[in-house]
């Protein structure tokens, strides 16, 4: 796209501290597990964008990247169509931004910055004006904390197997005791192994797999009341309430503001 490579091979090495890649994926788009030198902001401009990493996984919409520290291995896959619009930064140049992967706004300035970045030659002029768009991306590229649907991944074996059985369905009634009899754990067991790998409860967890959930299929287009019956919630007003308790706005506006 814009006359550039879309394969992020070739923007690991380049005499330039920033290189930026547009790619235009379609919905349920599967990248497998990958790593690089460089560190990485993964933004779409539209749909929403599941990212995978030994940390966790995080779902994002339009408004929002993840950042990817460089040579952590991750994976991605796409809910609706999703232009994406990456940024591939040395580590030098990145010393400001923070060491695990996370969730970071991304501003209007930000994003009419990135989507400059892409159309800019990879062996741009440094004193020049593209240089000078760079430079000002990459002070514009500041952590700024926010609501992030952020599962975090346990390394106990039998914990991971249930995390695996919540995000296949987290519509159904888990409670205490079905989680812990899917896990082969006693109640008590799984309260206290569950909070110490994950740092979450496990009623927290599930609503943060209903929440990614939520967000993929919102990016397809699915209505709100379709997505409250399949996350279980008798009404849509019920599935709106948490959804407002948990990230501080209704479905249809987590989508529209950074």
Known sequence: MYGKSEHRDDYQNVPRPVAAMARDLPDGHHIPEHHHPRAQLIYGTTGAITVATGHG???VPATRGVW???????????AGAVAMRTLYITPQSAWHL????TVVSVSPLLRELIDEATRIPVEYDRRGRDGRVMELLLLELAPRPVPALHLPAPADPRLV??????RRSPGERWTTASAAAHAHLSPRSLHRRFGAATGMSLARWVQQARLVQAVTLLARGTPVT????????ATPSAFTA???RALGTTPSAYFESA
């Open 242 to 244: 948490m959804f407002r």
């Open 57 to 59: 996984v995080w779902a």
């Open 98 to 101: 923070p060491a695990d992967p």
């Open 226 to 233: 379709s997505v409250a019956t399949d996350l279980g919630y």
């Open 161 to 166: 197997d249930l995390c695996a059985a919540i």
């Open 68 to 78: 990817v520290p460089a040579g952590l291995t991750h994976a991605m896959t796409c």
